[in-house]
């Protein structure tokens, strides 16, 4: 079993399409959690965080849920630049970049 | 902003080549890292470095080794190439170890080995 899975897909939806992905870790001591994009042919960046809260950011929102160890990420009213490959990261470490591990990405295309 | 360079976007080598696959940052971070990414399989760290002349083997790091010798520059060496280490290579700085510590990628350079 992979550490961090997610669904390939692809997604395609439509613009102003509400989208969810979710992104399930095996390790349970996982300390810390985050959503990068991915545009084709371009490096990661982050997009947010996940606080075991859940938290917004516009349009984003990310949900961590511990007790099934799944992480979350919401984008509602799509737009066409939203299109890219969302990678689940997660940090099972303590305190240590190394830990990282990645998942192999959700690729989202919004449709015009 | 941080800026990640890596030195080649595309690489194309031959079969037992040495190959240095380069990268510079210039925000003064202590963390550097290098990834391999391949179809399917997300993200693979093969090296990284928490200081000058400091280095810790990833989860992939044989057929590899790195150098820093500078904060700033940290090399990967691919010592004799092979067709199995085609991939996207992409290297990363950080500025410290936390927790929530925030990766800054360079662009990638895409090596083929034939």
């Known amino acids: 079993r992979k550490e961090v899975e997610q669904d390939p897909g692809p997604f395609n939806v439509p613009e102003g399409a509400t989208v969810a992905f979710n992104c399930t870790y095996s390790n349970s001591a996982s300390q810390s959690f985050f959503w990068y994009r991915q545009d084709c042919r371009k490096e990661p960046k982050l997009l947010m965080s996940v606080y075991s809260s859940g938290n917004e950011d516009g349009r984003f929102t990310a949900q961590l849920n511990r007790a099934s160890q799944y992480i979350s990420l919401l984008i509602r009213d799509s737009k066409l630049s939203d299109s890219a490959t969302y990678l689940c990261v997660v940090n099972g470490g303590i305190g240590s970049a190394r830990q990282l591990t990645f998942g192999s990405g959700t690729q989202l295309t919004v449709l015009p | 902003d941080v800026k990640v360079t890596q030195s080649s976007r595309y690489l194309v080598k031959r079969t037992g080549e040495k190959v240095f696959l380069e990268c510079v940052q210039d925000m003064d971070h202590e963390n550097m890292f290098w990834y391999r990414q391949d179809p399917g399989l997300g993200l693979r760290l093969i090296y990284f470095s928490y200081d000058v002349k400091m280095k810790e083997k990833g989860d992939i790091p044989e057929g590899y080794s790195v150098s820093r010798e500078k904060k700033e520059r940290f090399s990967l060496i691919l010592e004799s190439a092979s067709t199995n280490q085609t991939s996207m290579y992409l290297c990363?700085?950080?500025?410290?170890?936390?927790?929530?510590?925030?990766?800054?990628f360079g662009s990638g350079t895409q090596l083929s080995v034939l």
């Open positions: 990363a700085s950080s500025l410290g170890t936390g927790l929530n510590e925030k990766l800054f």
